[in-house]
């Protein structure tokens, strides 16, 4: 680590006061402007080079500190909200008496997600004035104790109740991590990041078909199968909300696991990404940028179009399965192949696009296996004789979630500026969570076992989904070639590399002092623009 203007060693004496500035109350005219708190730290005006031993070293660090939390509560969270698929394979539905012929139990699925579209609004402010890391953990913690109290819920009005507090209380979890990933790391480490945590999806579903397996086979005189299900995931929530709360970092700047000079290297790393890490300052003009930006809108189309096949499939997936002429021990063994296909798309998917620097190819073949397996449960009848067949087509549907963290990941790293970040994952949010909502409404146990009407809308969804991407590209060149002539009418080079792409063994050949000379590119990266009125802002397709 050195300043660019004079080399110095990685030994460079840093003081105690220039650490501890960004804890100082800001200056009435900074305070105007609503800096990174990042620029804090590094005074503004210190410019340092990160060897790639260095940045190896320092996201070495991060990982074993910061993921092993995203993914522990993440899986949890995942675990939390599929409990009701698990519980309706063992007898909630008639337990809970619950009308098989009407929508009573789709509802169940779809009010988590209406207490999550209700609360992103007000998560987005949170997420921008609260320090991240005890928020998370109280978040966790609150959760859990709701899903503890939904085993005294023994009919459809106190599931409704319970439910809804659970999806209000998990509404911050997924957004919050995005927010998380992008303050620590760059952008070419930011896509493997979030499809690591989203892969707890596909953990879930195998190892909670294996928890479910085992804790209904558990006979209570006092509680049914599903009541055991849900108190045992509560107390589990609750246990891991405490070294949640007491080891997660609030940013980089606040972080106990990093000493000073460490501090900067994690903060200045960031500096290509051009995004910041964050300012705890609301801004309004940020918001109304990002309800105007067309970017937001093609990203909310895509959450949207993506969260209803996923709402349907994975409330009814078990019911699905157990149409397939299976008993309910079957069906949850045989829903677990589910999980690892998930895995294995959501990783691989997130792999091929850091690999080729790309997201828009990698969704479109994500959408390809899930049409085909949508087709194959469309044509083939139900008889046991096909039964090899229909699970065949249910598994290649499962390839979807490997699609939402590249479009999260493809948001988050075309957009600057922190309020404006945060405001545009709460609408993505609420897309996905209007998805999730309407998606089990499609199907419903009265059109067992053939579920013709969801499997037909989302035959269209997967193919919207591919069309929406191809306009994100077009609208994605018009930008970059916009900000290309903004740089040249300032006085710098059109051509700017993207060093925020480039992996740990790229940047031994690249100078990572190039585009510093180009005119004081990334001068901005930590002044809190937003990635319109930033013009050294690369976009990413």
Request: hydrophobic share 50%.
């Amino acid at each position: 680590m050195a300043k660019t203007d004079p080399p110095s060693p990685i030994e460079h004496d840093i003081s105690k006061n220039e650490i501890d500035t960004f804890e100082a109350v800001q200056k009435p005219g900074e305070e105007k402007r609503g800096r990174d708190k990042a620029a804090e730290l590094l005074n503004a005006n210190e410019r340092i080079v990160v060897t790639p031993e260095d940045n190896k070293r320092i996201l070495r660090k991060i990982d074993l500190t910061i993921l092993p939390i995203l993914l522990a509560v993440y899986c949890l969270q995942s675990l939390d909200k599929t409990t009701l698929s698990y519980a309706s394979v063992f007898g909630l539905i008639e337990d809970a008496n619950l009308n098989p012929k009407s929508d009573q139990f789709s509802w169940l699925g779809s009010i988590v997600y209406i207490a999550q579209l209700v609360m992103q609004p007000l998560v987005a402010v949170l997420l921008v004035k609260l320090p991240i890391g005890k928020f998370i953990g109280v978040m966790v913690f609150v959760w859990g104790a709701i899903l503890c109290c939904m085993t005294a819920a023994t009919n459809w009005g106190g599931l409704m109740a319970t439910r809804f507090l659970l999806g209000a209380f998990e509404a911050a979890v997924a957004p919050a991590f995005i927010a998380v990933v992008q303050m620590w790391y760059r952008r070419s480490e930011q896509t493997n990041r979030n499809a690591a945590w989203y892969a707890m999806l596909g953990v879930v579903n195998i190892l909670g078909s294996l928890l479910t397996y085992g804790l209904g086979h558990i006979v209570s005189d006092k509680l049914h199968s599903y009541q055991i299900i849900f108190l045992f995931c509560g107390l589990l929530t609750v246990v891991v909300a405490i070294p949640v709360y007491i080891f997660m970092p609030d940013s980089a700047m606040e972080a106990k696991f990093l000493n000073h000079d460490e501090k900067l290297i994690a903060i200045e790393r960031l500096r290509m990404n051009q995004m910041g890490v964050a300012s705890r300052v609301w801004k309004w003009e940020h918001v109304k940028e990002a309800f105007l930006d067309p970017k937001t809108w093609l990203w909310f189309s895509m959450l949207t179009a993506v969260s209803i096949p996923s709402g349907g499939i994975s409330t009814f997936g078990p019911l699905i399965i157990k149409a397939f002429g299976f008993g309910k021990f079957q069906t949850i063994l045989f829903n677990m192949p589910f999980g690892l296909v998930q895995m294995i798309a959501t990783l691989g998917g997130a792999a091929l696009a850091t690999k080729f620097k790309k997201k828009s190819p990698i969704l479109i073949l994500l959408c390809i296996p899930p049409i085909i397996g949508i087709i194959i449960l469309m044509v083939v009848g139900r008889e046991k004789s096909h039964r090899a067949v229909l699970l065949a087509g249910y598994y290649m549907t499962s390839f979807y979630p490997g699609i939402s963290p590249l479009i999260y990941s493809w948001s988050g790293q075309n957009t600057g500026g922190d309020t404006k970040r945060k405001v545009t994952t709460a609408i993505l949010f609420v897309g996905a969570s209007a998805g999730n909502i309407l998606g089990p409404h499609l199907f419903t146990p009265a059109e067992a076992p053939l579920y013709s009407r969801g499997l037909r809308a989302n035959l269209a969804l997967f193919v919207t989904i591919m069309v929406l991407v191809l306009l994100a590209v077009a609208w994605i060149t018009v930008l970059n070639r916009k900000h290309a002539a903004m740089r040249t009418q300032m006085g710098k080079a059109a051509h700017v590399v993207d060093l925020s792409m480039e992996t740990n063994r790229q940047m031994k050949d690249a100078d990572e002092t190039a585009n510093a000379e180009l005119g004081g590119v990334g001068d901005k990266a930590f002044d809190d623009e937003t990635d319109l009125k930033n013009e050294d802002f690369i976009y990413l397709y």
